[in-house]
Every structure is written in structure tokens, then in C-alpha cells.
């Protein structure tokens, strides 16, 4: 069964303190690993599109990578506004589904 | 562009009763998603349609859901009878390709 698992579940960072978010995958065929960003009360944004092992992508301060067995989603010097959950999905096989994680929820204080 | 568009934005209701959601997916996309989230589950599929017609339903939990998308611009999703356990954040998103998918705000439905 097509399993995708986040961690940690939370995280606290002060303001400028860099860290990782992971996203560990099992799936067959993986045709794309998704991440999308979810603030309070609101539906999920989209982040990165990552198709292949060793491809990586950058948006401000988030930089997205990806092997055959997970993802990391790296912060640099996060700032408040950077407090969100942050999720991670996947599709496989001949379908159009999308399977998502249950998230990280970060908080950077200023 | 105005985004994924769905209505009502909150809903409670009494057990029992019937409860339609709405959609109105991006203009020009051919993938209208429908997602549940909850507490406990997080964010699961429900159904998705692709040119206005159901390609998969196998999250639906059960008969008492139902989605139609008449046509390219608009999609419901139905409950009836509502149950509390149906209490969630429904969520739809479209896509041009199923790659990138665009959510809406989503409905929180509260059944009393």
C-alpha cells in the first residue's frame, strides 16, 4: 500500500534558526512528490513539484529536494511568516490521486 | 483569476439532513478534485473527475456520498442523510495536467 510519512509531526524554530522538514515515501512508480503549505482556516497552496531522484527546487527561503525514498523540504533563516503546515504528497501508478502526509506544523518565533 | 471557488464556507447542520457542497473548479482546468480533512485522518481523497466525468470514487466512504459535475465549470458534492461523523474541512481542487493541484478554501461542515 501507497504509505507517505512526515516528520516531525511539529517544530519550533527561533527566527533565522535553519532546519528540515522530511517526507518518507513508499509507492509504486512514483510519477510526482508534492509539497504544499497550509496556513490556518485555508486550503493548501502549492509549493514544488519534484518528479526524480537528485532533482531539487528553490522558492525564497524553502528548497525542496528529493531521493528515491523520501524528501526534505529545507528552511533558511525562516521568519514568522514562515509558520504554516507544511505537507507532502505523492503520486504513483497509473493514477491521478494524490496521497498526502498528515503534515508538519512549524511555528518560527520572532 | 479568481481561484477554486466553493460555497458555503461554513455549514452546520442536524443529523439527518441533506448537505451540498459547491465548486467552481479554475477556468480552463480539466481535474476538479474533492478532499475531506479531518483531525484524525488528515486530507484524503475523495473523488475526482477528469473532463467532467468520475474517474475514480474509491474514497467515497460510503453510499450516502454522492458528486456529479454537470458541467466544466461547476461540481457538487452531496450528503445525505449527514451523520456527525461527517464533520470535516471539504475541500476542491482543480488542475490543468493532475500535477499541480489548486485548493479552494474549503467548507467546514459541522452535523449536530
Known amino acids: 500500500e501507497d504509505q507517505v510519512t512526515q516528520s516531525p509531526e511539529a517544530l519550533r524554530l527561533q527566527e533565522g534558526e535553519s532546519s528540515s522538514l522530511n517526507c518518507s515515501y513508499t509507492?509504486?512508480?512514483?510519477?510526482?512528490l508534492f509539497w504544499y503549505r497550509q496556513d490556518p482556516g485555508k486550503g493548501p497552496e502549492f509549493l514544488f513539484t519534484l518528479y526524480s531522484a537528485g532533482e531539487e527546487k528553490e522558492k525564497e527561503r524553502l528548497k525542496a529536494t528529493l531521493t528515491k525514498k523520501e524528501s526534505f523540504l529545507h528552511i533558511t533563516a525562516p521568519k514568522p511568516e514562515d509558520s504554516a503546515t507544511y505537507l507532502c504528497a505523492v503520486q504513483a501508478g497509473d493514477t491521478d490521486k494524490l496521497i498526502f502526509g498528515t503534515g508538519t506544523r512549524l511555528q518560527v518565533f520572532p | 483569476d479568481a481561484g477554486v471557488i466553493q460555497s458555503p464556507r461554513h455549514e452546520v447542520t442536524e443529523m439527518g439532513q441533506e448537505v451540498t457542497l459547491r465548486c467552481k473548479p479554475i477556468s480552463g482546468h480539466d481535474y476538479l478534485f474533492w478532499y475531506r480533512q479531518t483531525m484524525m485522518r488528515g486530507l484524503e481523497l475523495l473523488i475526482y473527475?477528469?473532463?467532467?466525468?468520475?474517474?475514480?470514487d474509491s474514497g467515497m466512504p460510503e453510499d450516502r456520498f454522492s458528486a456529479k459535475m454537470p458541467n466544466a465549470s461547476f461540481s457538487t458534492l452531496k450528503i445525505q442523510p449527514s451523520e456527525p461523523r461527517d464533520s470535516a474541512v471539504y475541500f476542491c481542487a482543480s488542475s490543468l495536467d493532475s500535477y499541480e493541484q489548486y485548493f479552494g478554501p474549503g467548507t467546514r461542515l459541522t452535523v449536530t
Open positions: 473527475f477528469n473532463n467532467n466525468v468520475p474517474i475514480d
Open positions: 509507492v509504486s512508480g512514483l510519477r510526482g
